[in-house]
T-cell receptor, first 112, second 113 residues
Framework: QKEVEQDPGPLSVPEGAIVSLNCTYSNSAFQYFMWYRQYSRKGPELLMYTYSSGNKEDGRFTAQVDKSSKYISLFIRDSQPSDSATYLCAMSWMDSSYKLIFGSGTRLLVRP | DSGVTQTPKHLITATGQRVTLRCSPR?????VYWYQQSLDQGLQFLIH???????AKGNILERFSAQQFPDLHSELNLSSLELGDSALYFC????????????FGPGTRLTVT
């Protein structure tokens, strides 16, 4: 079993829809949670960074963390065709490195 | 643009060869992380350097090594290359060795033939 599980998709939605992307994890030591967006063959771009449980909002993006359920979500409001990309969740914990453990990514397609 | 630079963008080489990938972190960042992204394994952590010192190793092969120089740029050396080493190699930088945001470079695409 992988430490971080993420549905690979693809997830296809019409423009303007609310998108929900999710990850589950098994390591209860994870404290820091990130969402990255990756366009094809490009470097991952940091979208959201949250610590512990709770919600965080930034523009059209909202990140939620439920540590009791080991479940994190990213919501995208008013989705645009330019949001079409692969979305990667990543997590880290307090150790000497804070290296990131990534999900496998969910491919999102927003149809015009 | 994250401010992290990587060279070269693409590298095509033969099995058994050795290559060096270069990463320059964002201005002011002291940490450099290297990750490998392959189709079957996803993004995997390789190694972390902070201010010139190795901080952590992931599932990095013995044929791979890295270093961080006094000017904070980092190099990842891959030797005795095999077909399975073909992948995207990313470096990421962060301001310190703590729970800070990691910003990724554009990557180096390595193809081993």
């Amino acid at each position: 079993q992988k430490e971080v599980e993420q549905d690979p998709g693809p997830l296809s939605v019409p423009e303007g829809a609310i998108v929900s992307l999710n990850c589950t994890y098994s390591n209860s030591a994870f404290q820091y949670f990130m969402w990255y967006r990756q366009y094809s063959r490009k470097g991952p771009e940091l979208l959201m960074y949250t610590y512990s449980s709770g919600n965080k909002e930034d523009g059209r993006f909202t990140a939620q963390v439920d540590k009791s359920s080991k479940y994190i979500s990213l919501f995208i409001r008013d989705s645009q065709p330019s949001d079409s990309a692969t979305y990667l969740c990543a997590m880290s914990w307090m150790d000497s490195s804070y290296k990131l453990i990534f999900g496998s990514g969910t491919r999102l397609l927003v149809r015009p | 643009d994250s401010g992290v630079t990587q060279t070269p963008k693409h590298l095509i080489t033969a099995t058994g060869q050795r290559v060096t990938l270069r990463c320059s972190p964002r201005s002011g960042d002291l940490s450099v992380y290297w990750y490998q992204q392959s189709l079957d394994q996803g993004l995997q952590f390789l190694i972390h350097y902070y201010n010139g010192e190795e901080r952590a190793k992931g599932n990095i092969l013995e044929r791979f090594s890295a270093q961080q120089f006094p000017d904070l740029h980092s190099e990842l050396n891959l030797s005795s290359l095999e077909l399975g080493d073909s992948a995207l190699y990313f470096c990421a930088s962060s301001v310190g060795s703590g729970p800070y945001e990691q910003y990724f470079g554009p990557g180096t695409r390595l193809t081993v033939t």
